[in-house]
């Protein structure tokens, strides 16, 4: 189609009917008024423990800024905007209230069901996510989203120097890192239960989490067989942090003083490089939340070094060889990118894997299968969530053998 005849296909979308050029028009005005500052005023409020200021219930704006030392007109002014879109409520004063009260102390506001799960303490927590998307260094990366367009390159290391995952090796951007392992644990409460029910881990006598974070996944199956063992692997940085934070506090929470198998002597932390080596010894092998990380090239390293440690797992036990067991298996558990038009959050977050990673990408269910299978594996199934809110699926392979 030529230029010409494309201006005049939108010009007569656009004069067609004046409400429909309106509505079209206040969508494209919505959406750019919305983007960065509803996401930014999430994370600031979460940054302020806002939310954690409201827990015990409504409070007037004046006393929020006070204790978050902020300007109260700007506050309210950004608090009002959040209950426009379901986070936070005003509570409407009466005129007599207003007219008594001086403005910040008629302005009130409550939790809504959404602002609780910005507090720190709640079950589900996702407060540590919003403080990741408020990053600096994440958002020097998205605001040069037209570097990554232009070169196909990602903008992180554009931006702050570094591929993202060596950025927060440095001592000096551990704040960051540790930012970025909490919100990947809170992803995790979010979505430990209907993974479990979609997929039988109680199968396994030992898995190995490989780039399991802070292992907060892992600890959940753990806890849910307690005759299993797990070992976690990642870098040693983020076990380090994991055996600091996460590990330490998870054992006393989940396991008490008295429970007899404690976590402890149940799971073996261990810090590597998955492009290296990775840990032997177990008998479900799991790469949950990583393939999207990284380009083809690297996913296929990753996933022959795991071929290798399984096919050395399958034959070694305890340390002793030539007894054989049955062939492990990999599970890999990731957001398969669906085909067509339809909405779907994974599309955002295949962006965000664009700009932040090293060729990283959500891909589909043929993308994954055929990496899968040019690394050496098998597909024994592929489980999709049985629901539209939750987004991983669970692929699970075996080492193809000669017979196979
Ligand atoms: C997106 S996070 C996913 C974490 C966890 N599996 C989850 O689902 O919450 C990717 C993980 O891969 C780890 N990682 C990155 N490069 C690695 C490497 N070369 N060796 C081991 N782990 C690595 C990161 O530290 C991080 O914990």
């Given amino acids: ?17 004046v409400s429909q050029f309106q509505n079209s028009a206040f969508k494209i005005f919505d959406i750019l008024a919305r983007g960065q500052i509803v996401a930014q005023s999430i994370s600031i409020v979460a940054k302020l423990r806002i939310p954690d200021n409201l827990r015990d219930g409504p409070k007037s704006v004046g006393e929020m800024a006070v204790s978050a030392k902020v300007n109260p007109d700007a506050l309210y002014r950004m608090l009002r905007m959040l209950a426009s879109v379901g986070i936070f409520r005003e509570i409407v004063s009466s005129r007599e209230e207003k007219k008594q009260n001086e ?30 998307s408020g990053l600096d260094s994440l958002n020097k990366a998205t605001i040069n989203l037209l570097h990554t367009i232009k070169t196909g390159k990602n903008s992180f290391k554009y931006a702050n120097g570094l591929e993202m995952f060596d950025y927060f090796q440095r001592k000096k951007n551990r704040t960051d890192a540790e930012i970025f392992d909490n919100a990947m644990t809170s992803l995790n409460l979010s979505y430990k239960s209907s993974l479990v029910r979609l997929y039988d881990f109680s199968q396994f006598k030992t898995i190995l989490d490989i780039g399991g974070g802070q292992g907060l996944f892992l600890s959940h199956i753990l806890k849910e067989n307690p005759n ?9 940085k983020v076990i380090q942090r994991a055996k600091e934070n996460y590990w330490a506090s998870n054992k006393k929470r989940i396991y008490g003083k008295s429970h007899h198998h404690s976590l402890n002597s149940r799971c073996k932390l261990i810090g590597g490089d998955f492009f290296k ?8 092998y799991i790469i949950k939340n990583v393939l999207l990380n990284w380009d ?79 690394c050496g594996f098998n597909i024994l199934n592929v489980l999709r969530p049985p629901d539209k809110v939750s987004f991983l699926s669970v692929i699970e392979a075996v080492p193809r053998t000669r017979r196979s």
């Fill in 296 to 374: 083809d090239e690297s996913v296929t390293v990753l996933l022959r070094n795991c071929l290798r440690t399984m096919k050395r797992s399958s034959s070694t036990v305890h340390g002793r060889s030539n007894l054989k067991r049955p062939s492990p298996k990999l599970v890999i558990i990731e957001t398969i990118m669906p085909e067509g038009n339809a909405p779907f959050l994974g599309k955002f977050t295949d962006i965000l894997m664009l700009v932040l990673t090293r060729g990283g990408r959500l891909r589909t269910e043929i993308q994954l299968t055929e990496l899968l299978k040019s």
């Fill in 103 to 132: 403005y910040s102390k008629a302005r009130r506001f409550q939790l809504t069901p959404t602002a609780c799960l910005l507090c720190s303490q709640t079950e589900n927590s996702v407060r540590d996510f919003a403080l990741l």
């Fill in 277 to 284: 080596d990775i840990p032997y010894g177990a008998d479900g």
């Fill in 1 to 17: 189609m030529s230029n010409r005849d494309q201006n005049s296909i939108c010009n007569k979308y656009a004069h067609n009917s």
């Fill in 228 to 236: 299993q063992h797990g070992i976690l692997f990642d870098l040693p």
